[in-house]
């Protein structure tokens, strides 16, 4: 997170609430207690704020927003926290909705529309606050973004995020949450999906497995029952030439690799030793035609 000092707090107040935190076991107490004392509105709230944190409540819980890709983003009680890895799904994603990166644009229908003008369709699946997807438009500039959760809180927490962006929210099981007029419409389709197996679900860190909706952690048995249930569907939404990104591990790549192609994607691994992250990339094949439909050129 970034930190902009209060001019008015003195150092003896700030090195007060350092203490508090530190006795915690907060390992960024310092820059914590700026941007506690910054987000307080008076001194009763910090001694409140203070007390949430020292409990183990996460801080962006507490703040009610979370630093993601430069921006602010709302994030409410319960609701799961944007991870800073995740920027490499947002980078990938970007590259692609303009037309760069890897994509071959003498043939990927999607990436030669989208460099001429059309705004590119972005879905976030198990958008959570909306993050990724928020981040992907404001970085493009412009774009078409429609963004789903099954959780009723993650829901009303995207939707405050996605309206300074002019996207839209559902609520629902993935696809099937979204309206039928965006089936073969899709340019992108991102997914940090929970991808933790059940049984390393205890394991996660207090913060997470405390605080966070177990429905946005648990990924199942080896943690890809959402990626497998996404990438099943995906080519029916995507345009041809579009794409699926999922974040997942590294150890698990080589699996999600293997789902997106059994679902008849192109897959590629892309890993960020920076950020510690890993995103599988399908493409949707130009020339991709559903059993039974004909598929119409738009």
Known sequence: ??????????????????????????????????????????????????????????????????????????????????????????????????????????????????????????????????????????????????AVDIDPAAVRCAVRNVEAVGGLVYQGDLYAALPGSLRGRIDIVVANAPYVPTVEIGMMPPEARLFEARVALDGGLDGLDLQRRIAAEASGWLVPGGWLLIETSERQAPITAGILERAGLTARVEHSAELSATVVIGTRSPAHRQKGRSQRVH
């Open 1 to 146: 997170m970034s930190v902009i000092p209060n001019p008015s707090a003195t150092s003896t107040h700030v090195d007060g609430v350092v203490g508090r935190l530190r006795a915690a076991g907060c390992v960024f107490a310092e820059d914590e207690a700026l941007l506690l004392i910054e987000g307080a509105a008076d001194r009763a709230d910090l001694d409140s704020m203070i007390g949430r944190r020292v409990a183990g409540l996460p801080l962006e819980h507490i703040l009610g927003w979370a630093e993601f890709c430069g921006l602010r983003i709302a994030v409410d009680e319960g609701v799961f926290v944007p991870r800073r890895r995740t920027g490499l799904l947002v980078e990938q994603a970007v590259a692609l909705a303009r037309g760069v990166g890897t994509a071959d644009r003498r043939h990927d229908s999607a990436a030669v529309r989208t460099s001429t003008g059309r705004l590119p369709v972005i879905v976030d699946m198990c958008c959570g606050s909306a993050a990724v997807g928020v981040a992907v438009v404001t970085a493009l500039g412009r774009a078409e973004l429609h």
